[in-house]
């Protein structure tokens, strides 16, 4: 699974930013509560679940699915007289077994059929049972991980909704999948499936493995078959129902699909293009084929997290629904590899338990590493991974967990910065220790001896002791066993001929080890390099190393591989020495960073020089952010900030009119009017921020093309415009810009029309009011509605808007957004 992502555009720049889950905090010493001690390990197997059959009709009025689940079983081990299956919110109709009706007890939750006679693991027992999902009657929780619970949901069902098509599609993780049929959900069991999927003739069904027939019923609809003969757990069974373009393709024989909302077919290549060659690239990689016997790739509305890894057909969130136009800015290779990566790791051998949720999820998230190195080179996988620590970094600040954790309060917690990126920074330090090919002669071992049954930690560190030779109890143990990171003090000096380097382990929580780090030291003297390995045991250590002239450049971990915060000052002349002789992307963005404090002009200029030629363009950004938050007057470095307007990258060009625009308007008016007609979204956004700041009107003709435009940094950017502006077609712009946007930029265009409307006329307010109320009511995004309620509490003194908010206050399910409410 992969948890969404928002962009936002702040005055024409863009800033990435994670929307990820953070668990309820509980400092040293904390009481805590019973439920949170509880020990969370692996479901116990009393039956094995062999084979599930499933035949599924719907009524979109009702929002039911009409099912008849037959599932084949037998005794795990034990003998066994009763059996307990999962359902949540069903009407069970009937129970049959050898073509007997039979008693159960049902609650809502679980199914109990007790049974008249003792069955043994050589028997084989075929449960038959007809029943009805309601999901939509029933009370279900969410999290920032999954933002509702219902396992099965209708989109636009009464087909009301012109901005919206209709759908039906599942979400089973974590244990969502017994809201839409009955079963054993739980990650540790798999089983085959069939699966017939009833719907009217202009809808398309999806689920896992192939499509083996399609049957024509006689009231006019038609009837799926799609087969999974190879068994995986119940939380990657899926459907999906819909009016889909579908884009075929193809790997090894392997048939590939793209299904894609209407109007989007077209772009499908484009976003999910790549497929094929990631395909081959993790088979060769792992030295382990695909494992499945296809793949597809849907898009979904209103999806409630971000990618579903559903074995062999992985579903993915709205906002992939984009033209060529975005994939200048952007790409959705990170959570495409993510979810592909996820077949091997998650779907073929799956965590045998939530608590073990980095087997699947810290590999997942590594995979984007693993690809951006291939495709994209060292300096993109590195920033990838760099914004990604600095995530896990901002959580672990709030709370330190294990990796592994035996005790959590609620599973969805797991779905955390810590299971997914500390997860894939601490793989990236175990290959980096076992070199490459032990780390992936190891993986390829764990994946053989792993196919098709669910996993502990233990068998990964088993599988590459087995082919090192080597015991890795102190690696797994305190990364996967302990909670935190190494807070390093890196302090050195040269003198007598000598450079000394002192390591120092400074954190201080009681539950955080004194880590075993092995490190490469870097020493620069010249031209010459100089690369010493170390391994740090002890909560100080001092390193001396002889030589007869001050060095330039001291680098501790060279190899930028540590996760740990660390604390390593130098000079200037260290840093600029260090931005141009070791050359890697932390090394030039620690200068970067570090340029803000320097006193030394020429230094600066030397770095800056430098950087506008860097061949990655997130340090050229970078320079030319510098320039704008020191406010350098841009005459010192006209011709190369200029040159840097026909950069390759539409990030550098957009901060490039950003900087020009607090530079002088009316000098640089031809570029902004330029900048206006890009092709990139980010450029234009740019420019708009540019008139907005400078209060210079948008061309007429230009405002007219954006009108059905609904990508977030124009409608961001937009709205700030609109704001300053006083006239009746500024207030209609808002107006009507409401409908039709997803649920994140939804968030930030409430947000602006909410301050537009706090000094606006009644008859603006009172028209906003249904629109708000609508969305705080009924919108899928729970922080869309979250903005909504906040509009509304500003317009409170309009008559009938208390008691509407009073109403939305009173009907609201959501906890988190619950809790947001008595906050306000």
Same mark, same amino acid.
């Given at each position: ?26 400092? %040293? ?38 099912? !008849? ?60 049972? %007809? ?22 949901? &209708?989109?636009? %069902?009464?087909? /009301? ?19 839409? &049929? ?8 798999? $089983? ?31 009837? @799926? ?78 999806? #409630? ?66 690809? +951006? !190195? ?49 997860? %894939? ?32 930690i233990a068998q990964l560190r088993l599988a590459f002791e087995s082919v090192t030779g080597e015991d890795l ?22 003198? +007598? ?21 092995? #490190? ?14 170390? #391994? ?19 680098? &501790? ?42 006193? @030394? ?99 007429n003709q230009f405002l007219d093309d954006q009108k059905s435009e609904t990508d977030l940094n124009i409608i ?10 006083? $006239? ?85 399910? @959501?906890?988190?957004?619950?809790? /947001?409410? +008595?906050?306000?």
């Open positions: 699974m992969n948890n969404i992502k928002t962009l936002s555009l702040i005055l024409g720049l863009l800033v990435s930013s994670g929307l990820s889950g953070h668990a309820q905090s509980n400092p %040293a010493g904390a009481a805590v509560s019973r439920e949170l001690m509880t020990y969370k390990g692996s479901e116990a197997r009393t039956w094995d679940l062999l084979h599930t059959d499933l035949a599924l009709s719907f009524d979109w009025k009702k929002r039911y699915l009409y099912g !008849q689940a037959t599932l084949d079983l037998t005794p795990f081990f034990y003998e066994q007289e009763l059996l307990v299956l999962d359902a949540k919110g069903m009407e069970i109709k009937s129970i049959v077994i050898k073509g007997e009706t039979v008693m159960y007890d049902y609650d809502g939750l679980e199914i109990k059929i007790p049974f008249d006679q003792v069955f043994t693991r050589k028997d084989t027992v075929q449960v038959v049972i %007809a029943y009805t999902a309601k999901p939509y009657e029933r009370d279900v929780k969410g999290s920032e991980a999954i933002e509702e619970n219902r396992g099965l949901y &209708f989109i636009n %069902a009464d087909g /009301l909704d012109p901005n919206k098509p209709q759908q039906i599609w599942t979400q089973g993780e974590t244990e969502a999948s017994s809201g839409w &049929f009955p079963t054993i959900d739980i990650p540790n069991e798999r $089983s085959t499936q069939k699966m017939r999927i009833t719907v009217q003739n202009h809808f398309k069904t999806l689920s896992n493995g192939l499509l083996v027939e399609q049957v024509q019923e006689a009231d006019g609809r038609r009837t @799926d078959v799609w087969v999974m003969d190879q068994p995986h757990a119940p939380y990657l069974f899926m459907m999906a129902v819909g009016e889909f373009e579908v884009v075929k393709d193809q790997w090894n024989n392997v048939p590939l699909a793209y299904w894609m909302e209407k109007g989007y077919g077209q772009y499908a290549k484009n976003i999910f293009g790549h497929t094929p060659e990631m395909m081959t690239f993790f088979s060769d990689l792992l030295d382990y084929r695909y494992p499945w016997k296809k793949y597809d790739q849907i898009v979904v509305r209103d999806y #409630v997290s971000g990618a579903m890894e559903n074995t062999s057909a992985s579903l993915f969130y709205e906002a992939l629904n984009v033209t060529d136009r975005y994939l200048i800015d952007e790409n959705w290779d990170d959570i495409i590899a993510h979810e592909l990566m996820h077949q091997w790791f998650g779907d073929l051998v799956t965590c045998e338990s939530w608590s073990n949720l980095t087997l699947n999820e810290g590999f997942a998230s590594y995979s984007e590493y693993l690809w +951006n !190195q291939y495709k994209y080179g060292q300096d993109k996988a590195d920033y990838v991974f760099l914004i990604e620590q600095e995530a896990y970094f901002s959580e672990a600040a709030e709370e330190q967990k294990n990796l592994i954790r035996y005790f959590y309060k609620d599973k969805d917690d797991m779905f955390d910065a810590h299971s997914y990126n500390k997860g %894939a920074a601490v793989l990236h330090m175990l290959r980096n220790y076992l070199g490459d090919e032990a780390f992936f002669s190891g993986l390829r071992k764990y994946l053989q001896d792993n196919a098709y049954n669910s996993v502990e109890n102190w690696f797994f143990d305190q990364w996967y066993f302990f909670a935190g990171h190494p807070e390093l003090e890196v302090r050195h000096k040269y003198e +007598n001929d000598t450079l000394t380097l002192n390591v120092s382990q400074i954190q201080t929580e009681d539950e955080v080890p004194i880590f075993r780090l092995p #490190v490469f030291i870097d020493i620069w003297k010249g031209d010459k390099l100089f690369s010493y390995p170390v #391994v740090i045991k002890d909560a100080y250590e001092t390193y001396q190393f002889p030589m007869n002239e001050k060095p330039d450049a001291v680098i &501790f971990d060279s190899g930028r591989q540590l996760l740990a915060e660390i604390d390593h000052p130098k000079s200037e002349q260290e840093y600029y020495a260090q931005f141009v002789k070791d050359r890697s992307l932390v090394s030039r963005i620690e200068t970067m960073d570090s340029l803000y404090a320097f006193k @030394d002009k020429k230094l600066i200029d030397q770095v800056l020089l430098k950087a506008f030629r860097d061949p990655f363009d997130m340090v050229r950004q970078y320079a030319v952010e510098y320039l704008i938050n020191e406010e350098v007057k841009l005459k010192k470095y006209e011709p190369h900030v200029i040159d840097l307007l026909k950069d390759s990258s539409s990030h550098v060009r957009s901060y490039v009119i950003a900087y020009l625009g607090r530079d002088g308007f009316e000098k640089y008016r031809s570029n902004f009017d330029k900048a206006l007609n890009d092709s990139s979204y980010l450029v234009v956004s740019s420019a708009i921020a540019q008139f907005t700041r400078n209060e210079e009107e948008l061309p961001v950017t937009l709205a700030n415009y609109y704001n300053q502006q006083e $006239s009746e077609e500024s207030y209609q712009w808002f107006k009507d810009r409401i409908e039709g946007l997803d649920g994140n930029t939804l968030f930030f265009f409430i947000q602006a029309y909410a301050e537009k409307l706090l000094e606006a006329p009644t008859k603006y307010k009172v028209s906003a009011v249904g629109q708000l109320e609508n969305v705080a009511r009924n919108h899928s995004n729970y922080m869309a509605r979250f903005s909504a309620f906040q509009a509304l509490v500003l317009m409170s003194e309009l008559a009938g808007v208390e008691d509407k908010i009073v109403d939305i206050r009173k009907n609201e399910k @959501d906890q988190r957004l619950i809790d /947001l409410y +008595n906050r306000i």
